[in-house]
C-alpha cells in the first residue's frame, strides 16, 4: 500500500465468526482477517478491535493510514448514534460498544445492520449493480433482508426497514424467536427447516440428516448433503421452504415493486440449486399480474464477503458526505453537486477506447458486452438503459437522469456514440439541459464517437450505445 491509496477497513460480527477486511476505493479486497465469535468471556469490543488488527497486519498499514472502519451488526442499530438495539444472536455485553472502537482508533467508526449493508454491498459492486431498486433477502439462522430504493439505503424512522423476516406470513403461526407468532423465519429460515424435521424425526419421520450435521446443530451444509443423497423428509421440508420464500418474495414484489430481489446467505449458498427454481416458478405464477414482469431474482454475488464491503461502503459515504442512509424514505434524493474546478484540476489518465464492435467495447484491455459510460474522471459505468425505457418507452432516446450521471466529476465535452444504425437521439429535455449548464456535445455513430473521445482533450464524458 502507497501513501497515495485510500483504504477502509469493514467488520461483518456475526454469532459464530468476526470478518474484517481491508478494502481500496474500489472495492478491490487487500487483506482479511476472520475468527470465531467467543459468546463469553472476551469482551466484543475488544474481539472486533482483535479482527481489525489482523487485517490491518495483513495490508501493511497502521490504524493511522485507513480512512475509516464500518461494522456490521446482526440487529437492530440506531443509524443516528451507532448504538445497538435488538441483537438476537450474539451476546452483546454493550450496546454502546461503538464508542469503545472510537476511542481505540484514531478514524472514523460507523456501525450499521448487517444485512442492510450486504444488501448495499450488493448494489455496489454484486448482483445489483446494474438496478435502482434492490431487496435482500438472505436465509440463514433467521431471515434478514435490506432495502435500497433508487440506489439509496432505506433504514426507516426507526431504523426497522428491510426487516423482511419479521413480517407476518401466518397469522397466529409459529412462534418467532422475537416473540412474535407466524413470522416469514419462523417458517423459512434455517431454525425453521430444523425445528420441523426434528418434530418429524420425533414423530417417527427416518431421515439422514443427523449423519452430516455437527453435534447439537444442523448446519446448511447438511441440508445439502441430505439432498443429495434423496433424503425424503429433507426434500419435503425444504420445498415447502421454498413456497414460503416465494411468497414472502411476493409480498415485497406486491409492496415495493422492486427491480431485484437478490438472495443469500448460507441456507441458498448450500441449497439453492434446490430452492430457486421452486421460488421462481412460483414468482412467475402470480396471479397479481403487473403491466410487465420485469422482477429479476438474483443470487448473490459476493458470498461471505457482502457484509464486511457493505460495513466499508457505510463508513466510505458518511466521510464522504454522501446520502447512503435516508431516515425517511419519503424524502427527495437531492441531486449531486457538480465538483468546483480550481485553475489547475487534478489531472486525469484517460482510458483508451482499443476496439468497437456491434454489442461490445474494449476500454483499455477490458470488453464489456453492453452500454457504457465514461465519466471526467476516467472510470467507466455501465449505461443504465432502464431509465431511457421507463421514461420514454426505449433505450434509444437519452434524457435528463442519464445526462447527470454521465456529467458528474466536472465533464466540460459529452461525446455519445449513437449506436451503428444511428438509432440514439437525443430528447428535447436533454438538449435544454446541456444547454442550461453550458456543456457542448457531439453525437456520432459509435465508431466516430469512439475515436473522437480518444482524440479528444480536457475533461470529456462519453456515453456509447454499442448495438443499433
Not at 431498486?133 to 435500497?148: L, P
Not at 453435534?215 to 413456497?243: C, M, N, Q, W, Y
Not at 415485497?252 to 448450500?270: F, K
Request: aromatic share 4%; with cysteine; proline share 4%.
Amino acid at each position: 500500500m502507497t501513501a497515495q491509496e485510500r483504504h477502509l477497513v469493514g467488520v461483518d460480527v456475526g454469532g459464530t465468526k468476526i470478518l474484517a477486511l481491508v478494502v481500496a476505493d474500489s472495492g478491490e479486497i487487500v487483506a482479511r482477517h476472520k475468527a470465531a465469535t467467543r459468546q463469553q468471556g472476551t469482551p466484543m469490543a475488544e474481539q472486533i478491535g482483535e479482527a481489525i488488527d489482523g487485517a490491518l497486519e495483513q495490508a501493511g498499514p497502521s490504524a493511522d493510514d485507513i480512512a475509516g472502519i464500518g461494522v456490521a451488526m446482526p440487529g437492530s442499530v440506531d443509524s443516528e448514534t451507532g448504538y445497538l438495539g435488538t441483537v438476537p444472536n450474539v451476546e452483546i455485553d454493550d450496546p454502546k460498544l461503538v464508542d469503545a472502537l472510537r476511542g481505540r482508533y484514531p478514524v472514523p467508526v460507523e456501525m450499521g445492520n448487517d444485512v442492510n449493508l450486504g444488501t448495499l454491498a450488493e448494489c455496489w459492486l454484486g448482483a445489483g449493480r446494474d438496478a435502482r431498486t434492490v431487496v435482500g433477502m438472505f436465509v440463514g439462522t433467521g431471515i434478514g433482508g435490506g432495502v435500497v430504493i433508487d440506489g439509496r439505503l432505506r433504514t426507516g424512522s426507526e431504523d426497522l426497514a428491510g426487516e423482511i423476516g419479521h413480517m407476518v406470513l401466518m397469522v397466529d403461526g409459529p412462534e418467532c424467536g422475537c416473540g412474535n407468532l407466524g413470522c416469514f423465519e419462523a417458517l423459512a429460515s434455517r431454525t425453521a427447516m430444523t425445528r420441523d424435521i426434528r418434530q418429524a424425526m420425533a414423530e417417527g419421520r427416518e431421515s439422514r440428516i443427523m449423519e452430516f450435521a455437527d453435534p447439537g446443530r444442523i448446519k446448511s451444509r447438511a441440508f445439502a448433503r441430505a439432498l443429495a443423497v434423496g433424503d425424503e423428509l429433507v426434500i419435503e421440508v425444504l420445498t415447502r421452504a421454498a413456497h414460503y420464500l416465494a411468497q414472502g418474495a411476493l409480498t415485497i414484489r406486491h409492496l415495493l415493486d422492486p427491480d431485484m430481489i437478490v438472495l443469500g446467505g448460507g441456507v441458498i449458498e448450500a441449497c439453492g440449486e434446490f430452492l430457486l427454481p421452486l421460488i421462481e416458478r412460483e414468482v412467475r405464477d402470480d396471479c397479481m399480474k403487473g403491466s410487465r414482469d420485469t422482477l429479476r431474482l438474483a443470487v448473490s454475488e459476493l458470498g461471505d464477503d457482502a457484509v464486511a464491503l457493505g460495513a466499508a461502503a457505510l463508513v466510505d459515504a458518511k466521510i464522504s458526505d454522501l446520502p447512503i442512509y435516508e431516515l425517511h424514505a419519503g424524502a427527495e434524493e437531492p441531486e449531486a453537486a457538480s465538483p468546483v474546478l480550481t485553475d489547475e484540476p487534478e489531472p486525469v489518465e484517460y482510458p483508451h477506447i482499443d476496439e468497437v464492435a456491434f454489442g461490445s467495447v474494449t476500454v483499455a484491455g477490458e470488453t464489456f458486452e453492453h452500454d457504457i459510460h465514461i465519466r471526467a474522471d476516467g472510470r467507466v459505468r455501465r449505461r443504465r438503459k432502464k431509465w431511457a425505457r421507463k421514461d420514454y418507452g426505449t433505450s434509444h432516446v437519452i434524457g435528463p437522469r442519464e445526462l447527470k450521471r454521465a456529467l458528474r466529476k466536472g465533464a466540460e465535452l459529452l461525446i455519445i456514440g449513437e449506436g451503428f444504425d444511428s438509432m440514439v437521439r437525443m430528447s428535447d429535455e436533454g438538449r435544454e439541459m446541456l444547454a442550461e449548464r453550458g456543456v457542448p456535445w457531439e453525437m456520432l455513430p459509435t465508431p466516430e464517437a469512439a475515436e473522437a473521445y480518444n482524440q479528444a482533450e480536457g475533461r470529456r464524458a462519453l456515453l456509447l450505445h454499442v448495438t443499433c
